[in-house]
C-alpha cells in the first residue's frame, strides 16, 4: 500500500486524493513538453494568490518520476 499522492513508473502514474488530477496532469504535460509547459499550465488554471505556491508543490511531487 501506498501513502504517497503520487507514483509512476515508466509511462504509467497513478494519484489519489484531492491534487490527483492536478498531479497527474502535471506528470503529463511534463513527459510530453517539459517543465515549462507543465508549469505554464499549471498556474494558468490555479486560482491567484496560490499560483507559484501551487505550481512548485505539483512539480515537486511528479519531477522524482520524470526520466
Given at each position: 500500500?501506498?501513502?504517497?499522492?503520487?507514483?509512476?513508473?515508466?509511462?504509467?502514474?497513478?494519484?489519489?486524493?484531492?491534487?490527483?488530477?492536478?498531479?497527474?496532469?502535471?506528470?503529463?504535460?511534463?513527459?510530453?513538453?517539459?517543465?515549462?509547459?507543465?508549469?505554464?499550465?499549471?498556474?494558468?488554471v490555479t486560482?491567484?494568490?496560490?499560483?507559484?505556491?501551487?505550481?512548485?508543490?505539483?512539480?515537486?511531487?511528479?519531477?522524482?518520476y520524470i526520466g
Amino acid at each position: 500500500m501506498l501513502t504517497q499522492p503520487f507514483t509512476a513508473q515508466d509511462n504509467i502514474a497513478t494519484a489519489g486524493g484531492c491534487m490527483a488530477a492536478q498531479y497527474l496532469a502535471t506528470w503529463v504535460i511534463t513527459k510530453l513538453a517539459g517543465n515549462p509547459a507543465a508549469e505554464s499550465a499549471v498556474h494558468y488554471v490555479t486560482p491567484v494568490g496560490k499560483k507559484e505556491a501551487s505550481v512548485a508543490r505539483c512539480m515537486a511531487v511528479v519531477e522524482p518520476y520524470i526520466g
